[in-house]
């Protein structure tokens, strides 16, 4: 699993979560929740939030062997989760493109870049992917924390 696909958070994780698979789903989004309030983001923004992080671990369960990790931080104002496994993403442009909504699949990605302000991946092969997603902090949030 990719664990050095992006530089290295610059402050300590809110939180850490291995998950294996669908039933550790629920759990992943409790506790992205309960961060993403702590942290101070937006309370209209946590459920995109939390639904996004969810699709990110939902698509770990459902197309790599192991599942995943998740890790979540603060840094220059923003809320960061990632999501990293050990599997690969052959199409560079995944998530870009409105998929088929007929209830195949297909839509995580898409979601994820619909709901965050920044979405960045990493797909190396032999190493894994991470996904990493943003959104905004309020206004001070950060400060509030330290």
Not at 107 to 126: F, H, K
């Amino acid at each position: 699993m990719s664990q050095n696909a992006f530089p290295e958070p610059a402050s300590v994780p809110l939180c850490v979560l291995r998950f294996d698979d669908a039933d550790d789903l629920p759990h992943v989004r409790h506790e992205v929740g309960k961060a993403a309030e702590a942290a101070g983001l937006d309370r209209r923004r946590i459920p995109d939030f939390v639904l996004s992080a969810h699709e990110l671990a939902a698509n770990s369960v459902m197309h790599t062997e192991g599942g995943g990790v998740l890790r979540l931080w603060t840094e220059n104002g923003s809320l960061i989760c990632e999501v990293a496994d050990n599997g690969m993403l052959a199409d560079a442009a995944a998530g870009q493109r409105r998929p088929d909504l007929s209830g195949r699949g297909g839509a995580g990605l898409w979601i994820v870049r619909q709901a965050c302000d920044s979405v960045r991946i990493r797909s190396v092969p032999g190493e894994g992917t991470a996904v990493r997603m943003q959104m905004t902090l309020a206004p001070g949030a950060e400060e509030r924390d330290r």
